[in-house]
């Protein structure tokens, strides 16, 4: 059975990569046109968009929700009381869909009712922060719902890197006098190396992958401003009909996954099963 | 003037006492092992000293200066790890530097400290690598350094050996001693679990029990006359063999335990000579002497062996005495089988005598 | 056990009562109000509660009636509340299509979730049992296969599954999801269940060899048993992730056969009508219950589960 997924897995990869060389239309036809999908994916602005938004949204996301969840992993971590319920509080909105995320984010953005609505109605009237109708900040939008939903399981990877660092690594770092930023800077981010990277594979898979928020926040408007790569591939290939387009931008999408998985997974497995 | 003074030091977390009024008073120089089996609060005490643990109540001084609140790294100390605690992404050199760096210790004197410290554990060419690269033993030699390298009066040495496989630890216990000889005017404190540890390394050992301290004193004293059954039963190896009974008071007390009737002429008494009617009688088993040296002693009975332990040098004889299990050690050349009887004897000055009730020395 | 938390909040205080005191005895005296702590809690409250904010404001604005939404602003409570908004949301909500709420997704998510669950489960267990103890050549390799396909974007997969479901005769159906949901949480469950029974002593197996049980005998009386954490955390995996896929649903389903995501965003982003915004927080609400529920009751065999089940597409 693990088989037949590999089968399917690997099977339907190369199907597609394959065909992502071919002008299918409506249906997957085997002429070759070489690189054609490829130069018109290029230079296609929807595409290009898409990509833009992708890498706005993956470098703020990656940075920030690394930050987040650091910090708030590093305060979590503080011997503080009510742990469990600042942990409970922050990952519960990683058991949301991204559907329900992105419903929720788009009714507390909505420019009548929502937050900007709020902040003028106490007395700031030029307020102006309405990212769902506005093609420049859009992408913001959907980050700080992303952000939402998303950094709790940074945090918990976090507190399982902090919690896993020697508690005799604390003490000599106090009896030697280092301050504690310093300790955490210089000697426990450093020993964090591998939770870090680890993270940051999956927070980017995770990226590249950004579908659902989009369709259910934004549907990609307003115009295209904040079209993603996983939604020209949908569309590509069920609604506007031309498959071959679709194959190729799903090969491109991954291309970019291979880039960032297999360093790491070489990295990370390569180096353990050797060792087996 | 002592070195470290601890008094009536209370610890609790939270409703469970961890260290109760607990008092130490260390010399400038002294080398003092902390001994004890684990969950006994060595460990904790020593957090107490070097600030990484907030006390309940008490206070503590370092050089007469009272050190109760102050930060870890203003009282004067040095610390050793059991997990050796390096800084895994910095150098030997890196790990020696960093906590003087923080001090703004001028560079030209942070290079000649670690150069000394380096020639003295024989760790100079271990400089430029990381810990990842270093053995077990070369790890805490350079977490040695590490306290070393602060030019600090007192080291703490958190069960540093308890990691490393027999043959290390018995090379580095010798590298502590010699490194406390030179640096005889360093004030030691040293937990372990380890009886020979303790008993090598040691000018004083106090041992603990349930967060108090159950006898200090020089290792042989605490060998030779233990204050209470714990103790003598804690130190020794094979252990103290232990024997209940009544004591029969008069001029001529006698220790009876089922048929064997031992004298107590020649027992010192440290308790005034009140004697309760139980007692128990603790006697090692390098103390018993068998066959022909057994006749000279004052006390000698038949008894029939039941396992023979060789162990190379030595040989543990298990038997009965007074209908109580009884085990002696004898020469690994005196050749006996089980089954054999034997006469064994030894001499009451050397044994240790408890009140059965409150355990305590008589 | 030492902690550099409880350290440095304490360091604060040592340092006002230094200059107080000449004869500094007992526990340091500590002020429960230290900057420290007021920048330990007062940020961890702030951000809760900007954690919480999205969950308060769907409650509230599902138990309010329109002419109050009109007025109000998203965060007032509501003055009169109603339960109607739910009711809507669960029987009578309109997708543009049809006019029965989310009930049917609801349904359909539930005969998508339970089988693909249980199958995926029985499967992923026993291949992770069976490659546990069985090494064969390229074992490594294999599994580096595996988890880099745990990362490869759906993307590429979607068109050729069709293609097979349709030559299945199952493309649109139920069973169809069910099949892509078993295959797709293959690669990852299987992961999990091998790297746990790897990690089972290998004289257990001896030991059960010896008195004589086989295979299944193995499996069944002596590593399932053994095993309950883990499947409780495959479970977790499974069931939150099956339950909140959107992809795989509305690719391989039909609006008939929509699961409750897919319908959720049916009703919320279709441009016919007046929008309803508190059906639309009911419905949405009602949607991430059962996550929810399942979050909150599995509690830290959850962490354990999203630490492994993160990879997952």
Redesign the interface.
């Known amino acids: 059975m693990i088989f037949t997924a590999l089968v399917v897995f690997l099977g339907g990869t190369i199907w597609t990569i394959v065909y992502s060389f071919t002008n299918s239309k409506l249906l997957p036809r085997l002429r070759f046109v070489g690189l054609d999908q490829y130069d018109r994916l290029w230079s296609t602005p929807r595409w290009l968009a898409s990509i833009e938004n992708l890498f706005i949204y993956g470098i703020l996301s990656l940075i920030l929700s690394l930050l987040i969840g650091f910090i708030l992993a590093a305060l979590l971590d503080q011997k503080i009381r009510f742990e469990d319920t600042f942990r409970t509080i922050f990952l519960y909105p990683f058991a949301l869909s991204f559907i329900v995320t992105g419903l929720v984010w788009q009714w507390l953005l909505n420019p009548d009712f929502g937050v900007q609505s709020v902040v003028r109605s106490l007395g700031w009237d030029s307020f102006t922060f309405n990212p769902l109708y506005d093609q420049r900040i859009v992408i913001y939008g959907l980050l700080i719902a992303g952000l939402w939903q998303g950094t709790g399981l940074v945090m918990c990877l976090m507190l399982a890197g902090l919690r896993g660092i020697d508690e005799d690594i604390w003490k000599a770092a106090r009896v030697d006098g280092i301050p504690m930023w310093k300790t955490y800077l210089f000697i426990v981010v450093p020993m964090m190396r591998p939770v870090f990277i680890t993270t940051l594979v999956i927070i980017a898979s995770g990226i590249v992958r950004l579908y659902d928020l989009v369709v259910a926040q934004t549907s990609g408007g307003p115009g295209h401003a904040s079209e993603v790569p996983a939604k020209y591939v949908y569309d590509y290939m069920f609604a506007a009909q031309n498959l071959g387009q679709g194959f190729a931008a799903s090969t491109m999408m991954l291309l970019s996954v291979v880039i960032v998985v297999v360093p790491w997974a070489y990295l990370e497995f390569g180096g353990r099963d050797r060792r087996v | 003037m002592a070195s470290v003074s601890i008094r009536n030091l209370d610890l609790s977390f939270g409703d469970v006492k961890v260290l109760q009024n607990l008092n130490l008073e260390i010399e400038e120089g002294e080398f003092l092992v902390l001994l004890g089996s684990s969950g006994c609060g060595k460990s904790?005490l020593l957090?107490c000293i070097?600030?990484?643990?907030?006390?309940?109540?008490?206070?503590i001084f370092i050089n007469d200066h009272?050190v109760?609140?102050?930060?870890?790294?203003?009282r004067g100390?040095?610390?050793v790890?059991?997990?050796?605690?390096?800084?895994?992404?910095m150098t030997v050199e890196g790990n020696l530097a960093?906590?003087l760096k923080?001090?703004r210790v001028p560079r030209d004197e942070i290079t000649k400290r670690i150069k000394e410290t380096a020639e003295l554990l024989h760790i100079e060419p271990l400089l430029k690598r990381k810990p990842a690269q270093l053995s077990g033993g070369q790890r805490q030699r350079v977490a040695i350094g590490?306290?070393l390298v602060?030019d600090v009066d007192i080291f703490l040495f958190?069960e540093p050996l308890s990691n490393l496989d027999a043959k290390l630890r018995a090379e580095l216990r010798v590298e502590i001693k010699r490194l406390h000889q030179q640096l005889d005017s360093n004030t030691m404190i040293y937990v372990t679990h380890d009886q020979i540890e303790a008993m090598t390394l040691a000018d004083r050992i106090a041992i603990m029990r349930g967060g108090a301290v159950q006898q200090l004193a020089a290792p042989h004293t605490i060998y030779d006359k233990p204050l209470n059954k714990y103790v003598a039963g804690f130190i020794g190896s094979p252990s103290i063999n232990f024997l209940d009974g009544t004591i029969e008071a008069g001029t001529n007390p006698v220790f009876v335990a089922g048929d064997s009737r031992i004298g107590l002429n020649r027992y010192e008494f440290s308790n005034g000579g009140t004697m309760p009617e139980k007692a128990t009688f603790g006697m090692r088993p390098e103390h018993v002497a068998v066959g022909e040296q057994a006749s000279g002693q004052p006390f000698t009975a038949e008894i029939s062996i039941e396992v023979v332990e060789p162990m190379g040098a030595d040989t543990l004889v298990w038997s009965h005495l007074g209908g109580q299990e009884f085990r002696f050690r004898i020469d690994g050349q005196t050749k006996l089988s089980s089954g054999e009887k034997v006469i064994i004897g030894f001499d009451p000055a050397r044994a240790s005598l408890f009140d059965a009730d409150t355990e305590l020395r008589l | 056990m030492s902690n550099p938390a409880t350290l440095a909040v304490t360091a604060a205080g040592a340092d006002a009562a230094a200059g107080m005191m000449s004869d500094p005895r007992g526990a340091r005296p500590r002020k429960i109000l230290s900057r420290r702590n007021i920048f330990i809690y007062g940020t961890l409250t702030v951000v809760a509660l900007y954690y919480l904010l999205p969950l308060y404001v769907m409650v509230v604005t599902s138990l309010k009636g329109m002419p109050e939404i009109r007025v109000g602003n998203v965060f007032a409570p509501p003055l009169e509340i109603t339960f109607e908004p739910w009711v809507k949301a669960w029987a009578k909500a309109c997708t543009g299509l049809n006019c029965d709420g989310l009930s049917r997704g609801f349904w359909n998510s539930v005969r998508i979730t339970v089988p693909s669950v249980i199958i995926s489960i029985a499967i992923a267990s026993i291949n992770g049992y069976a490659l546990a103890n069985w090494r064969f050549k390229g074992a490594n390799l294999f599994f580096t296969i595996l988890i880099v396909g745990a990362f490869i974007p759906y993307q590429v997969m979607i068109y050729p599954v069709v293609i097979i479901l349709r030559e299945l005769g199952v493309y649109g159906t139920l069973t169809g999801l069910v099949i892509v949901h078993t295959i797709f949480g293959m690669p990852i469950n299987t992961l999990l269940f091998r790297n746990y029974f790897a990690s089972v002593p290998e004289e257990l197996f001896k030991a059960a060899r010896v008195d004589g049980a086989g295979f299944w005998g193995i499996y069944f009386r002596i590593m399932m048993p053994m095993s309950l954490p883990i499947f409780v955390v495959a479970m977790i995996i499974q069931v939150t992730g099956i339950w909140n896929d959107f992809l795989f649903g509305v690719v391989y389903t039909k609006p008939e056969t929509y699961p409750m995501t897919v319908q959720l965003n049916n009703i919320v982003n279709s441009v016919q009508g007046v929008k309803e915004y508190n059906v639309n927080m009911a419905a949405t609400i009602i949607t991430g219950l059962v996550p929810l529920l399942v979050y909150f009751i599995s509690g830290k065999l959850f962490v354990r589960g999203i630490a492994a089940g993160a990879v997952k597409g």
């Open positions: 904790t957090n070097a600030g990484l643990l907030d006390i309940t109540d008490g206070q009272n109760t609140w102050e930060q870890p790294k203003d100390i040095g610390m790890f059991q997990s050796y605690a390096l800084y895994p992404q960093f906590g923080n001090a590490r306290a602060r958190d």
